[in-house]
């Protein structure tokens, strides 16, 4: 049975991570938990140092640095990066492993909002289409560790760095979407609007595509 390293990039997420640990210390199975922290001036340290077999690290601030970081020091053969803010479900380990036994090289899950309405469906069901541009960082991206390692990890980027993972795997590799979902939270949405982030999101997206800079949308993304 492969081994998975759980890596979990987190910034202030006192009020969130508490959740995602619960559902991955209840997995009864071969599983590393991996937290790296940005430099966070909250409580986030400290609740993450309470949970028993829970691998605490520091790194420089971006998640792209701190996914990277976490990866070096990964002793599973499978790594799955996931948001503080996202619950698994129950049979997502299962499916992992099933999907690289038959010889994937990564994929992930599709996204379900823990927050209900028509947009929200919408955006769920987009998120089960397997191409990159409907591919992000919140819908659990995971990934053989050799194959990570041979496309040198996430590029060091502000901004799109799961987008330009996931096109990389695919050329190298099958990916496949999976057929449960991972939740997330809608909070983003819920602060902006709804119609508002999505919006913005898919013009970042395009921008980027276009060739537009990482850091230059990473910019208009915070404003």
Known sequence: MKKISVIIPVLNEETTIGGLLDCLAAERTDLEIIVVDGGSTDNTEKLIRSYVNVVFLEAEKGRACQMN??????????????????????????????????????????????????????????????????????????????????????????????????RRIKRRSRFKKLGVPVVTSARRFEKNGVVRQELKNVVLVLFYLMGVSPNSLARFYRD
Do not use: C
Request: aromatic letters at 14%.
């Open 69 to 166: 970081a976490g990866a070096s020091v990964a002793s599973g053969e499978i790594l799955w990066f996931l948001h503080a803010d996202s619950l698994i479900h129950a049979r997502s380990l299962d499916l992992i492993r099933k999907e690289m036994n038959n010889g994937m090289g990564g994929g992930s899950f599709y996204l379900q909002f823990d927050k209900r309405n028509i947009l929200y469906s919408f955006f769920s069901t987009m998120s089960r289409i397997n191409l990159s541009i409907f591919t992000y960082g919140d819908q659990g991206i995971f990934i053989l560790k050799t194959l990570f390692f041979q496309l040198n990890g996430f590029k060091i980027i502000p901004i799109m760095e799961d987008i330009d993972l996931v």
